[in-house]
C-alpha cells in the first residue's frame, strides 16, 4: 500500500492566517491526490482533486499543488468555517489509502 | 438532490453478524463507484473498498479482504457493507461515498453509521 504523511498533525492559527498543509507518498503518485475537509461529527468533504483541481462550490481560497511524492494544500485566508481536520487521499492505485490528518485549530 | 443516504446506529455483541446499507438518489446509481471508508473513534479515514453497481465489480483493501463484504442491489439503488462475525475492534463510524466519474475521489458522502460492538 502506499502510506502518506500528513505535516503538521496539528497547526494552531489565526483568522486570516495563510496555512499550508504538507503530504508526502511513500512512492511517486503523479497527481492522484485528493484533499478533503472533516469537522467534528461530520461526513468528510471534498476540496480538491487531481492535486489542484477545486471541486465545484468549494471557495477560491483553497488551492492545492503538487505531483509526484510531495504536495500541499493552501488555505490563503483562513475563515471561522475553515476550522477542522484535512485528509489527502492517493488516487493512484488500490487501496486509496488516506494520510493521517491534520487539525487546524484556532489559535 | 444527488445524495447517499445510510442506515442508522448499530449496537450488536461480538460473533454477531450485520448488513448496513446505503441508498443513493438523484443521479444514476448503476453509473457511479460507491465506496466504503472506516474511522475508528478519534482517528483518521480508511478506505476499504468499492463497488460498482452496475456489474458489482468490486476491489477490496488488503486489510479488509476477508473482513467484510461490500454488495449492492441496482434494483433498489443501494450499497451494503456486513460482517459475519463482529469483534470488538469492528466499533467505528463507517461511511458509504460516491467516486467520481473522472477521479476516484469521494465527491458525495453518506452521514454515516455508527456501529458498536460491545458485549
Known amino acids: 500500500d502506499i502510506q502518506l504523511t500528513q505535516s503538521p498533525s496539528f497547526l494552531s492559527a489565526s483568522v486570516g492566517d495563510r496555512v499550508t498543509i504538507t503530504c508526502r507518498a511513500s512512492?511517486?503518485?503523479?497527481?492522484?491526490l485528493a484533499w478533503y475537509q472533516q469537522k467534528p461529527g461530520k461526513a468528510p468533504k471534498l476540496l480538491i482533486y487531481?492535486?489542484?483541481t477545486l471541486q465545484s462550490g468549494v471557495p477560491s481560497r483553497f488551492s492545492g499543488s503538487g505531483s509526484g511524492t510531495e504536495f500541499t494544500l493552501t488555505i490563503s485566508s483562513l475563515q471561522p468555517e475553515d476550522f477542522a481536520t484535512y485528509y489527502c487521499?492517493?488516487?493512484?492505485?488500490?487501496?486509496?489509502?488516506f494520510g493521517g490528518g491534520t487539525k487546524v485549530e484556532i489559535k | 438532490e444527488v445524495q447517499l443516504v445510510q442506515s442508522g446506529a448499530e449496537v450488536k455483541k461480538p460473533g454477531e453478524s450485520l448488513k448496513i446499507s446505503c441508498k443513493g438518489s438523484?443521479?444514476?446509481?448503476?453509473?457511479?463507484?460507491i465506496g466504503w471508508v472506516r474511522q475508528m473513534p478519534g482517528k483518521g479515514l480508511e478506505w476499504m473498498g468499492i463497488?460498482?453497481?452496475?456489474?458489482?465489480?468490486?476491489r477490496y483493501s488488503p486489510s479488509f479482504q476477508g473482513q467484510v463484504t461490500i454488495s449492492a442491489d441496482k434494483s433498489i439503488s443501494t450499497a451494503y457493507l456486513q460482517w459475519s462475525s463482529l469483534k470488538a475492534s469492528d466499533t467505528a463510524m463507517y461511511y458509504c461515498?460516491?467516486?467520481?466519474?473522472?477521479?476516484?475521489?469521494?465527491?458525495?458522502w453518506g452521514q454515516g453509521t455508527m456501529v458498536t460492538v460491545s458485549s
Open positions: 512512492q511517486g503518485i503523479s497527481s492522484y
Open positions: 487531481a492535486a489542484s
Open positions: 461515498a460516491r467516486r467520481l466519474v473522472e477521479s476516484d475521489a469521494f465527491d458525495i
Open positions: 487521499q492517493q488516487l493512484n492505485s488500490y487501496p486509496c489509502t
Open positions: 438523484g443521479y444514476s446509481f448503476t453509473s457511479y463507484w
Open positions: 463497488i460498482y453497481p452496475g456489474d458489482s465489480d468490486t
